[in-house]
């Protein structure tokens, strides 16, 4: 099971910082990743991370203003949001992927949290 939290309201150039939290089972040899639904579209992609930690993959949309880290000591999966804009409103989902490798694709997730809203004002 994964427990998604750190969502909030912050105004447009804030930060703020995701958790999951993982109980039931250890992620620490899966691919983990994080996805985003807006209001009235489809899931998308966010950015994901290898079991270790090693290699990381991001959105055009979020590079350079977000990071992934993960602590397999403490089951736990980070994102740190910096330099929010009001089009990164949404709600957040981590996920697990089936092996250690990351995936873009959303398919390739077998466990997912409950998801944690993040609203930018302007």
């Known amino acids: 099971q994964l427990q998604a939290c750190g969502g909030g309201l912050v105004q447009a150039g804030g930060s703020l910082r995701l958790s999951c939290a993982a109980s039931?089972?250890?992620?620490?040899?899966?691919?983990m990743g994080w996805f985003r639904q807006a209001p009235g579209k489809e899931r998308e992609f966010v950015v994901a991370?290898?079991?270790?930690?090693?290699?990381?993959g991001y959105a055009a949309s979020v590079k350079g203003r977000f990071t992934i880290s993960r602590d397999n000591a403490k089951n736990t999966l980070y994102l740190q949001m910096r330099s929010l804009k009001p089009e990164d409103t949404a709600i957040y989902y981590c996920?697990?992927?089936?092996?250690?490798?990351?995936?873009?694709?959303?398919?390739?997730?077998?466990?997912w949290g409950q998801g944690t809203q993040v609203t930018v004002s302007s």
């Open positions: 996920a697990a992927a089936r092996s250690g490798a990351y995936s873009v694709y959303a398919g390739t997730y077998d466990y």
């Open positions: 991370i290898t079991w270790s930690g090693d290699s990381t």
């Open positions: 039931g089972r250890t992620f620490s040899s899966s691919g």
